[in-house]
């Protein structure tokens, strides 16, 4: 994945942010209190392991949402692997619009 391109895949309600340093591993762990942070995850993603980015609800840019990481599957294309919001909990299918989000990122990623 070249993180120079900064592929960014967002619809009318979400969008999503590339973390860049440990320290915002660090933050968004601790403020979905999940493991992002303390599991070398900007380790995986400096070696390419996979991709890590959060997803934020536009209309309330800075708050942390949801976590994603994102791995190459074995057909060679994108997948999304976690996609997980407070405590590691999954999104509420509840959430109409985040679910939808999902399956349209999902569909997305299956192209590149």
């Keep these: 994945y070249d993180y120079s391109k900064k592929t960014i895949y967002e619809d009318n309600n979400f969008t999503m942010i590339f973390p860049m340093s440990t320290k915002e591993f660090i ?4 403020a979905l209190n999940n493991c992002l942070g303390w599991n070398h995850y900007n380790e995986k993603v400096a070696r390419q392991d996979c991709i890590v980015c959060f997803i934020r609800d536009k209309k ?8 994603c990481e994102i791995r190459k ?12 919001t407070y405590n590691n909990n999954s999104v509420h299918h509840s959430e109409p619009l985040i679910n939808s989000y ?10 590149l």
């Design 73 to 84: 599957g074995n057909n060679g294309h994108y997948r999304i692997s976690q996609f997980l």
């Design 102 to 111: 999902y399956t349209a990122l999902a569909e997305y990623l299956n192209t």
């Design 60 to 67: 309330d840019i800075d708050r942390p949402y949801v976590a």
């Design 27 to 30: 933050q968004e762990g601790d």
